[in-house]
């Protein structure tokens, strides 16, 4: 299911043609970290690949009015063809097979349509040693009229690729979420995650990586069971939690441990004045997957929607 209505797609069959192709030898020093850019003028999102997309992850169906609000992954997930393309490009040094997403952040400075045309890049930035390999960013913006005016940025891990790395690298533990203390937690959600849902959601994601589709694929890399997608799992507390509430907002996003394939998982809440904070955990409470922090642009009010 094609995401974009656009002039002129990247072939996925092409990008995973590359992705398979050229050998992929890891990076000796993070500095190295290549640009690699891909873009796309004057796109928008297709209605039934947004109504599956929305279904999917828990959102209830797009109104019949006049302003159908953008779900705050979306265009991340419908960026996929420049993704995958990047990820073919002969200059990029991590084997794609097997990456493991590790934070998203998404910061978004006005209101926009779900399905407002836009100009979409993605390019990759920064890599750093990482206690398990090395990760990296790959930065995605849709502009409007020349401005940015939504920015996803995804902080992947490349499992063992850390050549060389310093004995003291780690994943830096970002700091807890400042809330104030009387705001408390309450339980939002209580989900059953099928064992299908990784090949169903990838189908409309275009992430087909094997850890996502099925346990005997994901072994290899080091997970005794598929586990589902982190931009999934994310979407799912954002739309148990109705958030973000504002058209201007900042999030970030911390995958913890990965949801395995079945599962069950909770979502909680935490409501504070001008910033929100989620958690999903396991069924029991002995396991946190994801930690959210949503902070509200207090400069763009819902009636400029």
């Known amino acids: 299911?094609?995401?974009?209505?656009?002039?002129?797609?990247?072939?996925?069959?092409?990008?995973?043609?590359?992705?398979?192709?050229?050998?992929?030898?890891?990076?000796?020093d993070p500095a190295a970290m290549p640009r690699i850019e891909r873009s796309l003028a004057d796109v928008a999102l297709q209605p039934d690949w947004l109504k599956a997309y929305r279904t999917c992850v828990g959102l209830p169906a797009?109104?019949?009015?006049?302003?159908t609000p953008m779900p705050p992954l979306a265009l991340q997930i419908a960026a996929a063809p420049l993704h995958l393309a990047i990820l073919a490009d002969p200059q990029f040094p991590f084997k794609a097979l097997g990456l493991v997403h590790t934070i998203q952040?998404?910061?978004?400075?006005?209101?926009?349509?779900?399905?407002?045309?836009?100009?979409?890049?993605?390019?990759?930035?920064?890599?750093?040693?990482?206690?398990?390999?090395?990760?990296?960013?790959?930065?995605?913006?849709?502009?409007?009229?020349?401005?940015?005016?939504?920015?996803?940025?995804?902080?992947?891990l490349a499992i063992g690729m850390a050549l060389g790395a310093p004995a003291t690298a780690g994943i830096a533990v970002p700091s807890a979420e400042v809330l104030p203390p009387d705001a408390p937690w309450k339980q939002i959600l209580q989900a059953t995650v099928p064992e299908p849902l990784g090949r169903r959601y990838a189908a409309i994601a275009g992430d087909r990586n094997p850890i996502h589709q099925h346990?005997?694929?994901?072994?290899?890399?080091?997970?005794?069971?598929?586990?589902?997608?982190?931009?999934w799992t994310l979407a799912r507390a954002l739309a148990a939690a109705d958030l973000p509430d504002t058209p201007g907002y900042s999030l970030q996003a911390h995958f913890r441990k990965p949801v395995s394939l079945p599962s069950r998982i909770v979502v909680w809440a935490r409501r504070a004045a001008g910033q929100?904070?989620?958690q999903v955990r396991s069924e029991?409470?002995?396991?946190?997957?994801?930690?959210?922090?949503?902070?509200?642009?207090?400069?763009?009010?819902?009636?400029?929607?």
């Open 276 to 278: 929100d904070a989620l």
């Open 284 to 305: 029991d409470g002995s396991t946190t997957h994801l930690t959210v922090t949503i902070i509200e642009n207090d400069a763009i009010k819902k009636d400029q929607a």
């Open 62 to 67: 797009a109104q019949d009015r006049a302003y």
């Open 215 to 231: 346990a005997l694929l994901a072994r290899p890399f080091g997970f005794p069971q598929a586990i589902i997608h982190g931009t």
């Open 1 to 28: 299911m094609q995401a974009l209505d656009a002039h002129a797609l990247p072939s996925n069959l092409r990008s995973y043609a590359g992705i398979l192709w050229h050998r992929r030898a890891g990076l000796q």
């Open 105 to 156: 952040r998404v910061v978004q400075t006005r209101a926009l349509e779900a399905q407002q045309r836009l100009h979409l890049r993605a390019y990759t930035t920064r890599a750093q040693w990482a206690r398990r390999g090395m990760t990296f960013d790959l930065v995605t913006e849709a502009l409007h009229q020349g401005e940015v005016v939504w920015r996803g940025e995804t902080t992947a």
